[in-house]
């Protein structure tokens, strides 16, 4: 069974990096598959944000690529979220999961609980 | 970045079917058959039910059906049940931008 635990801090000040880290188990990153980072602010919906294989291959969101670097650390089976200059409007749930692209599909088919991550002083 | 349009809820008697309805435009939902759904009870982690418009995946019951036409896709539960009720989310690739919808709360009257 493949299972996704995010892992970092709950609380971050105004201007800070936030850090994330994603711990996969059950299903070896090196295998295959993207892996990607999500978010749901509150009352908001859904936002993609970044997008990693295996091999280091990276995509990021239009909207937040200046600020963000995913990176995968396939010894450790992790994947991780670097967030910059946090503001208020970064204040979400984030979530890792398992992207499926390619081979004419494209899902999400696991998802790890999330984690909620607090931008304030 | 411009969600997708869901309705922000719908409900229905045990038995029943509903429909939710997903709407993009011709970038996203429109021009690939790469639209998903998701299912979320509150504090868990969201269930993929469908995929690639469609598909369901092993397990997910097959009262949950998904379509789509032009820019709009939809979710249908068919013989809805107590434990249906829950937030619905639709998901399409985007060349640029991958947009989720806005989500939808399915109460079961």
């Known amino acids: 069974q493949v299972q996704l635990q995010e892992s970092g801090p709950g609380l971050v000040k105004p201007s800070e990096t936030v850090s994330l880290t994603c711990t996969v188990s059950?299903?070896?990153?090196?295998?295959?598959?993207?892996w990607v980072w999500i978010r749901q602010p509150p009352g908001k919906e859904l936002e993609w944000i970044a997008t990693?294989?295996?091999?280091?291959?990276?995509?990021?969101s239009p909207y937040l690529r200046s600020r963000v670097t995913i990176s995968v650390d396939t010894s450790n089976n992790q994947f991780s979220l670097q967030l910059r200059s946090v503001t208020a409007a970064d204040t979400a749930i984030y979530h890792c999961?398992?992207?499926?692209f390619g081979g004419g599909s494209c899902y999400f088919d696991y998802w790890g609980q999330g984690i909620p991550v607090t931008v304030s002083s | 970045q411009s969600a997708l349009t869901q309705p922000r809820s719908v409900s229905g008697s045990p038995g029943q079917s509903v429909t939710i309805s997903c709407t993009g435009t011709?970038?996203?939902?429109?021009?690939?058959?790469?639209v998903s759904w998701y299912q979320q009870h509150p504090d868990t982690a969201p269930k993929l039910m469908i995929y690639?418009?469609?598909k369901r995946p092993s397990g997910v019951p097959d009262r949950f059906s998904g379509s789509k036409s032009g820019n709009t896709a939809s979710l249908t539960i068919s013989g809805l049940q107590a434990e249906d009720e829950a937030d619905y989310f639709c998901?399409?690739?985007?060349?640029?931008?991958?947009?989720f919808g806005t989500g939808t709360k399915v109460t079961v009257l």
């Open positions: 059950g299903y070896s990153i090196s295998s295959g598959y993207f």
């Open positions: 999961a398992r992207y499926m």
């Open positions: 690639d418009v469609t």
């Open positions: 990693i294989n295996h091999s280091g291959n990276t995509y990021y």
């Open positions: 998901f399409s690739y985007g060349p640029t931008y991958s947009p």
């Open positions: 011709s970038s996203d939902v429109g021009g690939y058959n790469y």
